[in-house]
């Protein structure tokens, strides 16, 4: 698959969304939250707490929807600040109580319409960045379709990325960029090649840590081994200080796009 050709599965109504994962990850244990205690409760973005076999954890997704309506009462998983200031919310209790995060990433970015600008999108977004980094407990990010901008990063600055093998992450879209650099959106495949925005790209740049292949509906061994994954990964980084997982954390990204 050409990377553009990536781009338009990434972009799937087919594929699974964060609350498929969500079901078949955590079942009935989870429990949904609600609201940033500031302005509104924003659908874009679903958190809450379940049960990972034994292990309590916060989870958070960006969430598109699965049809028409679900995707226009979502906002088609483009946030607007209150979502983003909900994550940090269940973040900063899930550092409390030192419960490991696991965050879904699903969205074409960050609402930029009118009203999210007045209610402090940038601001919101930034606030994730910083507060993320210096969170002292386990944080996992997994990129299940597009990655897009600030939107995705928000929700994304983790211990460990993980992206599925059809999943995409990037600063713009192909179509945005190709606008920009040619003034032409029709070549949006030139852009996406040029991007670097497929997971295989990425790993090599040591942007993610792992490569998961594509779930699809009831495949439950799948999930099974996803679980086990993630809770290996969770059990490894609870083991360690939790100032040490910090700086390490800020190293990761530190790090990325360095020359050697």
């Known amino acids: 698959m050409s990377a553009y050709d990536k781009v338009l599965a990434a972009r799937s109504t087919k594929k699974l969304t964060s609350m498929d994962y969500i079901h078949n990850l955590f079942g009935d244990t989870f429990i949904e939250l609600h609201g940033d205690r500031g302005f509104a409760d924003d659908k874009a973005v679903v958190g809450g707490v379940g049960m990972l076999n034994e292990m309590p954890v916060t989870v958070i997704g960006l969430e598109k929807g699965r ?50 600008e007045e209610r402090g999108q940038g601001h919101a977004i930034a606030t994730n960045l910083m507060e993320m980094m210096a969170l002292k407990t386990p944080v996992l990010s997994i990129f299940i379709g597009e990655g897009g901008s600030g939107g995705a990063i928000a929700l994304a600055v983790a211990d460990e990325v993980w992206m599925m093998e059809n999943a995409v992450y990037s600063v713009i879209s192909p179509e945005g960029c190709a606008s920009i650099l040619w003034k032409d959106s029709s070549k949006a495949a030139d852009a996406a090649e040029c991007l670097k925005m497929t997971a295989n790209d990425l790993f090599e740049l040591g942007v993610i840590e792992r490569i998961l292949r594509e779930p699809v509906a009831g495949e439950q061994k799948m999930f099974e081994s996803l679980k086990l994954l993630i809770c290996r990964t969770f059990e490894k980084n609870l083991s360690i200080p939790v100032d040490e997982l910090a700086e390490a954390r800020y190293q990761r990204f530190r790090k990325i796009g360095a020359q050697e």
């Open 67 to 116: 049809n028409t309506f679900e995707r226009m009462e979502r906002n088609f998983g483009a946030a607007h600040p209150e979502g983003y200031r909900k994550a940090l919310r269940l973040m900063k209790q899930a550092e409390k109580f030192h419960r490991p995060i696991l965050c879904f990433v699903d969205t074409s970015g960050a609402f930029c319409g009118i009203a999210a």
